[in-house]
């Protein structure tokens, strides 16, 4: 007879994310996949366009947003 429980493997899932205003973001929230953020035309990303969701259940970075892309005013 064992002397405990055997264990079972559970899947490690990081929080899931949500597509920033102006932009949409595509991938999964499992361990070792990548979530590719992208914005809409006359915004940029804030930050880097990809995240890793660790084996720690944690994202690699923090959620990147879109901001309007604005021209210096021509005199």
């Known amino acids: 007879k064992w002397s405990a429980v055997t264990p079972k493997c559970?899947?490690?899932?990081?929080s899931k994310l949500s597509a920033p205003s102006n932009g949409a973001v595509s991938g999964n929230?499992?361990?070792g996949?990548?979530?590719?953020?992208?914005c809409?035309?006359?915004?940029?990303l804030?930050?880097?366009g990809t995240v890793k969701c660790?084996?720690?259940?944690?994202?690699?970075?923090?959620?990147?947003?879109?901001v309007q892309v604005?021209?210096?005013q021509v005199d």
């Open 40 to 44: 809409n035309a006359g915004y940029k």
């Open 46 to 48: 804030s930050a880097g």
């Open 10 to 14: 559970l899947q490690v899932l990081c």
């Open 70 to 72: 604005t021209c210096a």
């Open 29 to 31: 929230n499992t361990a």
């Open 33 to 38: 996949s990548t979530a590719t953020f992208k």
């Open 54 to 66: 660790g084996n720690d259940g944690q994202w690699s970075a923090k959620a990147p947003t879109c």
